[in-house]
């Protein structure tokens, strides 16, 4: 497992790598400021990020942009005088430890972020294919009842000639679909 860090201690940046590397995870990346943390983890994308809330820039923004892109799992980093302004601020759902870091709590923490990130991952791979699959349908009704209305066929006789077409001319449905509907393929459906 490979997480990045932006940490700008060294004391606490040494004690995180020592800790994390006993549960073999590997620290492949580091940034000097939230923009620059931004860019390694666009780039490396690893599966998990810790981040000082003292890191030099908009931890918290930084952290709402990973979220939103689901680039990987964020573990904020504070010191105890902080929690206020996180809490009143922050409207991604991340989790905070204090520093410094008790290792055995470091290690539960990150497997279960390390798990949820995995399950929001894969839910989210989930709506993008129903998205996907509801576009498709929508544009096969559509381009049903056009067929319906042109060739004076029922429901179940346009769905077959638009199967058929799609075999034909060895395209997906969806494609045959989107041709009638545009009305690339209407002077084809006579």
């Given amino acids: 497992m490979e997480y990045c860090l932006g940490i700008p201690d060294p004391l606490h940046r ?22 620059h943390l931004l860019r390694v983890v666009r780039k490396i994308q690893p599966q998990l990020v810790l ?13 709402s942009i990973i979220d939103q892109e689901t680039l990987t799992a964020v573990l ?38 390390l798990l949820e990130s995995e399950r929001r991952k894969k839910l ?5 294919e129903l998205r996907a699959k509801l576009q498709s349908r929508i544009v096969i009704e559509r381009a049903k ?10 429901e179940q006789q346009a ?3 638009l199967q058929k077409k799609s075999m034909d001319l060895r395209l997906p449905i969806k494609e045959v679909a989107e041709a009638v509907f545009n009305g690339d393929m209407l002077i084809s459906l006579k």
């Fill in 14 to 35: 040494k004690r995180i790598v020592s800790a994390l590397s006993l549960i073999g995870m590997r620290c492949v990346g580091e940034g000097r400021d939230c923009p």
């Fill in 124 to 128: 989210q791979q989930e709506v993008r």
């Fill in 51 to 63: 981040i000082d809330l003292s890191l030099p820039g908009n931890v918290l923004e930084t952290a």
């Fill in 159 to 161: 769905y077959r000639f």
């Fill in 76 to 113: 904020l980093l504070e010191r105890p005088t902080l929690e206020e302004t996180i809490t009143a601020t922050c409207n991604v759902p991340i989790i905070v430890l204090p520093l410094p870091v008790n290792e055995q709590v470091l290690h539960y923490v990150v497997d279960v972020l």
């Fill in 145 to 154: 009842g056009i067929v319906m209305k042109e060739l004076s066929l029922n």
